[in-house]
């Protein structure tokens, strides 16, 4: 995935719409997805879980993969 605004994160982010921490699995962040899942799956009994699902959407659509360093 080239980065932000690019084709992988717009289908990172429309996965992560329709499950937070999805987007973060198919780019490559297992823990960043598992976190984010948790995280929503847990807030939603309290009627807060909409904040990590926004944050799983915005930050998969704006991730921008680290270039290696020689």
Do not use: Y
């Not at 992988?8 to 329709?18: D, K, Q, R, T, Y």
């Not at 948790?38 to 915005?58: E, Y």
Request: glycine share 10%.
């Amino acid at each position: 995935m080239a980065g932000q605004g690019s084709t992988g994160n717009v289908i990172a982010a429309l996965a992560s719409f329709f499950i937070p921490g999805l987007g973060q699995l198919i780019q490559g962040r297992p823990i960043r997805a598992a976190v984010m899942f948790v995280l929503a799956a847990i807030l939603w009994w309290f009627l807060l879980g909409w904040i990590i699902h926004l944050w799983s959407i915005l930050d998969a659509a704006l991730w921008k993969r680290r270039e290696a360093s020689l």
